[in-house]
């Protein structure tokens, strides 16, 4: 079953084009990667995922347009786990995950909400943080507190920018295998943007690859991941070997500007 | 150590305790405060004579009060002069101190919560600047010094200007997309406009008008009648429980409008409204008063610092402290150079400046 399907998206900022003409779609339980370089467009095209942007062409989920949902509606259908944290944030981190719960809360907060934060910790090996302010976190700590906090808010949707781009590498492979849990056990559809491509490989049942505003491949991690395509999309030479059922990518050079451009 | 789910929920219940406590001293203070409140002052009253008064006095303005509410006519109560000096100087005053401190601090609460900044605040946002021009165009090119505080052209002029304040501020960050940065640099170009406008209308006006503008600036409760109180009370508990209700939001804004959109938040319209709302109490306050300046910095800080940003307690936490602020330091005006009395502006000034700086340079954390 489609949960999101993005068809021909466009976006501008300051009249320069961030994408264009983008569909891809993902399915229930699907762990779908975003990838491609820097200012390939990942990140916009997850806040418009979300709703948080606004462009031209359609996001429907569940079937219904973004823009036609309230916010209330949307944030109980989708989960964003941005990339950076902003500033001059100080709550504490049990209160930074239970904002998750807002879509359900009235004023008060239940045991079973509490119950739920404290769940959402576990998985995500926070809860010693429980009672300590989110600034004396590290970034890596940080990036786990908003991934809880979006399991709590208990959508079926769960948009990740670059969750592991600040972690080391335990902390990487534990978020993948969060995502790729949410997906399998709870059925929840994860679209997450990434720059290592092993990660993409190992974790993603799929893979929009983006370059330069347009999608430049989408399917099976096999299907995306070609050397071909690195060279084209990354401008490296890139050999792909196999490890199980997987590809795995070993960036050799980065070739020279001529060849990568035609 | 690995932390239980029960050591989970008993540290969160020891949390919302701490804040209850942290309730229930800030309400004792300003018992306290006001009780000693009503015993200073002119008038030679003892202690006992100021609290026997306040007694004798409210079953008659009490029934008084009912006859109107009923008949609509006030039945004349006979008083003797401490019953006076309690009820007609000194008991609206402290209630004035109480209810406009309250609304200073929430106004400010609001503005540091939507805005993510520290230092907002209807002052450093240009309101008070401009409800000071207002004032000064009533006192100087309308109306002259006579009647300043009971003036009801610079009261209604002080409101305008400073809703009109923030009005600008609101649609010129609209305008370049409403984030709080912008919301923070349009506040500090308006808030240096009104000051030229209010040096320039000075400058034109007689020593005798620039003297009652002055005057005006440093805020003083001198001016308070019952009257006046009703309508900044009425103000403001119309307006408190709402955002107390919408508390989840200003937790959601401080955290930033992408995620505030992304757990439920229409950001726009909510930011408008809080905006709206702490205009409003911040502009019906100081045109009755001045500038008061501080409360509406101070406070907020003080309450996060010691029960952290759970807006649901922070703002009616922030509202008591700062009602325990205003009205400490008006018993400070009333005493320190008695018979004289220091508007209250300045004293607030005095005390939180430096109050500020300690908090700053000693912790280096003050919640934010």
Known sequence: ?262 | MALTIEDFTREYSRIKTKRLSFFLVAVALLIVLAMVGITLGSGNLSIMDSYSALWKGFMPRLSGLISWILTGSWAETVSDTPEIVIWDIRLHRILFALVAGFGLAIAGTIMQGILRNPLASPFTLGISSAASCGASVAIILFAGVTLVSGNLLVVLMAFAFAMMASFIIYSMARHKGLNSSSLILAGIAIMYLFSAITSLIQYFGSSDQAAAVVYWMFGSLEGTTWPKLFIVTAVIAILTPYVIMRAWDLNALAEGDEIAKSIGVPVERTMTVFMMISSVITAVIIAFTGTIGFIGLVAPHITRMAIGNDHRWLVPASGLVGAAILLGADNLCRTLIYPSVIPVGIMTAFLGVPFFLYLFLRRGDTGW
């Open chain 1, 1 to 262: 079953m489609v949960v999101v399907s993005v068809n021909d998206l466009s976006y501008t900022y300051r009249k320069k084009p961030v994408f264009s003409g983008i569909s891809f779609e993902a399915a229930e339980g699907e762990v779908l990667g975003l990838v491609g370089p820097n200012g390939s467009g990942k990140t916009t095209m997850i806040k418009c995922i979300d709703g948080i942007l606004h462009p031209q062409g359609e996001v429907r989920v569940f079937g219904d347009p973004i823009s036609s949902l309230h916010r209330m509606e949307i944030a109980r259908r989708i989960a964003y786990v941005p990339q950076s944290f902003p500033e001059g944030l100080s709550s504490v981190v049990f209160e930074t995950i239970m904002m998750g719960r807002r879509p359900y809360l009235n004023w008060q907060t239940g045991p079973e909400d509490e119950e739920k934060v404290y769940h959402a910790m576990k998985m995500l090996g926070v809860e010693d943080f429980a009672f300590r302010k989110i600034k004396e976190l590290s970034v890596g700590e940080r990036q786990r507190v908003m991934i809880a906090r979006a399991i709590v808010q208990e959508t079926p949707i769960i948009l990740m920018d670059e969750p592991t781009s600040s972690l080391d590498v335990r902390h990487q492979m534990e978020v993948m295998e969060v995502a790729r849990n949410l997906a399998v056990e709870k059925n929840i559809t994860v679209l997450i943007s990434l720059h290592d491509l092993n990660l993409a490989a190992r974790y993603c049942d799929r893979i929009v690859m983006f370059k330069e505003g347009a999608l430049y491949g989408f399917g099976t991690p096999d299907e995306v991941l070609r050397e071909d395509v690195i060279e084209q999309v990354y401008g490296i030479e890139a050999r792909i070997y196999r490890d199980g059922d997987c590809p795995y990518i070993i960036p050799v050079r980065p070739v020279s500007r001529g060849r990568t451009e035609e």
